[in-house]
């Protein structure tokens, strides 16, 4: 690897340029390592500090790269945008670690980037809540591709881009050093790897993985799988609203769809639900979301739990006439990006329409997306569209996101992937 060069300080010295009348470049900074150029016009999105390049923006690659190596991206005149991994197998060819023409792209760099992450975690005083948190996420934290998700003193660690997979190594040590955690898992098995030629990889990467691991959230225990669990073994950023739909569930028979291992029905549960009917298509998810019950002393007479494809389930309960007072809908992503926007929308119109029609008057829906590709309003829209064929008046009591510890770049919208909304029925 040939991270030596990205911190050679000879492009400290940048060179400026005269500017011309019809297009005023950025200084031009001197580089020994490859260069991204832009073609005309194609700046405007990096100088917005949106931190993707993709490949239909780059006129020509000066100098050679390999995927994950830092480059400076520069405009067609050759000015300084910003320093970025490269991937040539990836339509995001580059994705910016800074755009300051004095930093060094290196193990400081990374560790003053995971040290500002981790403020922000303290400061949000999250340990009076749990003890399951996302530390670093990604683009939004300035470290595009990087996740880490600490459960108790496991820290996951999950690599989606060619730049972060380069400083695997730098990333494990700063957080062993920062963090001092029993384990460090790497969770780099997501689908979206294959679209960055990436490799999928599962495996101990510090310490050593305690065999039975759980986080206190809110004070309710919960069972995390970080090793075959989904995504990082558990969905961090449902925290808040998984608290939301404790407090409302007092009284009311509750139908948890999507449920994995437990996380709303537990709350549920707790909140005093009368019952709690929870579905989902994986066994091993139920398995773990029974032994979650057994966790916090809960009343198990009051929880059933159904493996069953929920579009399915959905339609039998309808013919069985069967209602609920509450239904969370938390499907996964149905749409990773805009292009599979359409086809999500048939499927998030289907269960709602459903969810709707086995809802008893004055019932609440909680119903999400976490599809990057659906944006707020569109996803509003398909509820409403939803609910006015379901023949329901229904009223947003509240619009919700992902937890704190998921933050969102201003510049970087596509980070505001998980929205939800909680609705009651009112005719
Ligand atoms: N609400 C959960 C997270 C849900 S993740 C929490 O707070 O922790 C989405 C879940 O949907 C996964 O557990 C997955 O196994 C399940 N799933 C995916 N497709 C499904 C389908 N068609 N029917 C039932 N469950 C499905």
Same mark, same amino acid.
């Given at each position: 690897?040939? *991270?030596?060069?990205?911190?050679?300080?000879?492009?400290?010295?940048?060179?400026?340029? !005269?500017?011309?009348?019809? %297009?005023?470049?950025?200084?031009?900074?001197?580089?020994?390592?490859?260069?991204?150029?832009? $073609?005309?016009?194609?700046?405007?999105?990096?100088?917005?500090?949106?931190?993707?390049?993709?490949?239909?923006?780059?006129?020509?690659?000066?100098?050679?790269?390999?995927?994950?190596?830092?480059? $400076?991206?520069?405009?067609?005149?050759?000015?300084?945008?910003?320093?970025?991994?490269?991937?040539? =197998?990836?339509?995001?060819?580059?994705? +910016?670690?800074?755009?300051?023409?004095?930093?060094?792209?290196?193990?400081?760099?990374?560790?003053?980037?995971?040290?500002?992450?981790?403020?922000?975690?303290? &400061?949000? /005083?999250l340990?009076?809540h749990s003890n399951g948190t996302r530390m670093i996420h990604g683009?939004?934290?300035?470290?595009?591709?990087?996740i880490v998700d600490q459960y108790a003193?496991v820290?996951v660690?999950q690599?989606?881009?060619?730049? +972060?997979?380069?400083?695997?190594?730098?990333?494990?040590?700063?957080?062993?050093?920062?963090?001092?955690?029993?384990?460090?898992?790497?969770r780099?098995d997501s689908d979206?790897?294959?679209? =960055?030629?990436?490799?999928?990889?599962?495996?101990?990467?510090?310490?050593?993985?305690?065999?039975?691991l759980s986080v206190t959230e809110n004070?309710i225990h919960i069972a995390v799988d970080v090793a075959t669990g989904q995504k990082t073994g558990f969905y961090l950023d449902q925290r808040d609203n998984r608290a939301l739909i404790g407090?409302?569930?007092?009284?009311? &028979? +509750?139908?948890n769809c999507f449920c994995y291992t437990g996380g709303f029905s537990l709350y549920a549960?707790?909140?005093?639900?009368?019952?709690?009917?929870s579905i989902d298509s994986s066994?091993d998810a139920l $398995?773990l979301a *029974?032994?979650n019950?057994?966790?916090?002393?809960?009343?198990?007479?009051?929880?059933?739990? *159904?493996?069953? &494809?929920v %579009?399915?389930?959905?339609?039998?309960?309808?013919?069985?006439?069967? /209602?609920?007072?509450?239904?969370v809908l938390d499907p996964p992503k149905f749409?990773p990006?805009?292009?599979? #926007?359409? /086809?999500?929308?048939?499927?998030? /119109?289907?269960?709602?329409?459903?969810?709707?029609?086995?809802?008893?008057?004055?019932?609440?829906?909680a119903t999400f997306s976490c599809s990057g590709? +659906?944006? &707020?309003?569109?996803?509003?829209?398909?509820?409403?569209? #939803?609910?006015?064929?379901?023949?329901?008046?229904?009223?947003?009591?509240?619009?919700v996101n992902a937890a704190a510890d998921h933050p969102?770049?201003?510049?970087? !919208?596509?980070g505001a992937y998980l929205k939800g909304?909680?609705?009651?029925?009112?005719?």
């Amino acid at each position: 690897m040939n *991270q030596k060069r990205h911190t050679s300080p000879s492009r400290r010295h940048g060179k400026h340029k !005269p500017h011309s009348a019809s %297009f005023v470049s950025a200084p031009k900074v001197a580089f020994d390592g490859a260069k991204l150029v832009l $073609q005309t016009g194609r700046e405007r999105s990096i100088l917005r500090r949106h931190p993707w390049v993709f490949s239909g923006a780059v006129e020509r690659v000066e100098g050679d790269a390999q995927s994950g190596d830092t480059v $400076q991206v520069c405009d067609a005149e050759g000015g300084f945008l910003a320093w970025a991994a490269y991937n040539s =197998e990836s339509q995001i060819v580059a994705r +910016v670690w800074s755009w300051q023409a004095e930093e060094k792209i290196d193990a400081d760099f990374f560790r003053r980037k995971i040290a500002r992450a981790l403020t922000l975690r303290k &400061d949000l /005083k999250l340990e009076l809540h749990s003890n399951g948190t996302r530390m670093i996420h990604g683009e939004s934290d300035g470290l595009p591709g990087l996740i880490v998700d600490q459960y108790a003193d496991v820290l996951v660690l999950q690599l989606g881009s060619a730049g +972060v997979e380069l400083w695997r190594e730098t990333f494990a040590d700063c957080l062993q050093e920062l963090c001092q955690p029993a384990c460090i898992y790497e969770r780099s098995d997501s689908d979206g790897r294959a679209l =960055e030629g990436l490799e999928k990889r599962s495996e101990v990467l510090r310490g050593q993985l305690p065999e039975n691991l759980s986080v206190t959230e809110n004070g309710i225990h919960i069972a995390v799988d970080v090793a075959t669990g989904q995504k990082t073994g558990f969905y961090l950023d449902q925290r808040d609203n998984r608290a939301l739909i404790g407090e409302l569930s007092t009284g009311r &028979d +509750v139908l948890n769809c999507f449920c994995y291992t437990g996380g709303f029905s537990l709350y549920a549960l707790r909140g005093g639900a009368n019952t709690v009917l929870s579905i989902d298509s994986s066994a091993d998810a139920l $398995q773990l979301a *029974q032994r979650n019950v057994e966790l916090n002393a809960l009343d198990a007479s009051r929880a059933e739990w *159904q493996q069953a &494809d929920v %579009f399915e389930a959905l339609r039998k309960l309808r013919d069985q006439n069967r /209602k609920f007072d509450l239904i969370v809908l938390d499907p996964p992503k149905f749409a990773p990006t805009a292009a599979f #926007a359409e /086809k999500a929308a048939r499927a998030y /119109k289907d269960i709602n329409l459903l969810a709707f029609k086995l809802l008893r008057p004055g019932g609440i829906l909680a119903t999400f997306s976490c599809s990057g590709g +659906v944006s &707020d309003d569109l996803f509003q829209k398909i509820v409403a569209g #939803a609910a006015l064929d379901a023949a329901v008046d229904a009223q947003i009591v509240h619009k919700v996101n992902a937890a704190a510890d998921h933050p969102v770049l201003l510049s970087f !919208p596509e980070g505001a992937y998980l929205k939800g909304l909680v609705l009651r029925v009112t005719g």
